[in-house]
């Protein structure tokens, strides 16, 4: 027996907001709203129980403070990762800095909000 990852949670000052950058990164779809205002995506089609894990936006008006333990990687399926990175600012994310060295083969950005994630050169099949 093991376990899957079915969703990730993040809290966010803004969650209509992160819903809606990262469904357009990640070419997701709203699944639903909790009367506390988390809002759930995931893929089209598919939604919760999936291939993919769902991402739960859950509401909180605390300050983030430091660097995140955990974050998200993502790779084009589509396009070049220049192309990708173009297509992630014109989106609203935005260059980040974690000490990174400038060789590396990944890019560092932030969400919106802050969040830092990788976009990683390989390019996957989409699924």
Do not use: K
């Not at 899957?4 to 699944?31: G, H, M, N």
């Not at 759930?40 to 430091?66: A, K």
């Amino acid at each position: 027996m093991a376990s899957r990852i079915s969703e990730l949670v993040i809290e966010a000052t803004d969650p209509a907001r992160l819903a809606a950058f990262w469904s357009e990164v990640l070419d997701y779809v709203e699944l639903g709203r909790e009367d506390d205002g988390s809002i759930e995506i995931g893929p089209p089609d598919v939604g919760f129980g999936g291939p993919q894990p769902t991402l739960v936006f859950s509401p909180s008006s605390e300050p983030r403070t430091g660097r995140l333990r955990l974050h998200i990687d993502v790779n084009a399926t589509d396009r070049d990762q220049d192309a990708e990175l173009e297509r992630l600012l014109a989106l609203g994310a935005r260059p980040a800095d974690v000490g990174q060295t400038g060789t590396e083969s990944w890019h560092v950005l932030a969400d919106p909000e802050g969040n830092e994630f990788c976009l990683l050169r390989a390019r996957l099949q989409p699924l």
